[in-house]
């Protein structure tokens, strides 16, 4: 079984920096993908981060130059260093998770808890 643990939101003026972060907890997993999605009360979930092992990155054209995702493959940790925030980013952010356990055939796609993000003044 996989479980996402998510940290790092919270509250920061415009033009604020935060770091999330996800790491996988299971053992004996092998990490395809690993992504960043965000929600407001609403509307649905929209993804602003991905990486796809080994490195190549997609951004939504939101969030091109002001955040960047990476992942540390020894923690199985993903993380989304947010730059320059503004109030239009304020949302729950969730990681997103895609991959398998070696030796069956057995893949998974895990969801975090989400952490919430708030920018205003």
């Known amino acids: 079984q996989v479980h996402l643990v998510e940290s790092g939101g919270g509250w920061v003026q415009p033009g604020g920096s935060l770091t999330l972060s996800c790491t996988v907890s299971?053992?004996?997993?092998?990490?395809?993908?690993m992504a960043w999605y965000r929600q407001t009360p609403g509307n649905q979930r929209e993804s602003v981060a991905l990486?796809?092992?080994?490195?190549?990155?997609i951004y939504a054209d939101s969030v091109k130059g002001r955040f960047t995702i990476s992942t540390d493959n020894t923690k199985n940790t993903v993380y989304l260093q947010m730059n320059n925030l503004t109030p239009e980013d304020t949302a729950v952010y969730y990681c997103?998770?895609?991959?398998?356990?070696?030796?069956?055939?057995?893949?998974?796609?895990?969801w975090g808890q989400g952490t919430q993000v708030t920018v205003s003044s």
């Open positions: 997103n998770v895609g991959g398998s356990f070696p030796g069956t055939k057995q893949q998974f796609d895990s």
């Open positions: 299971g053992s004996n997993v092998k990490v395809y993908a």
């Open positions: 990486i796809i092992d080994p490195g190549s990155t």
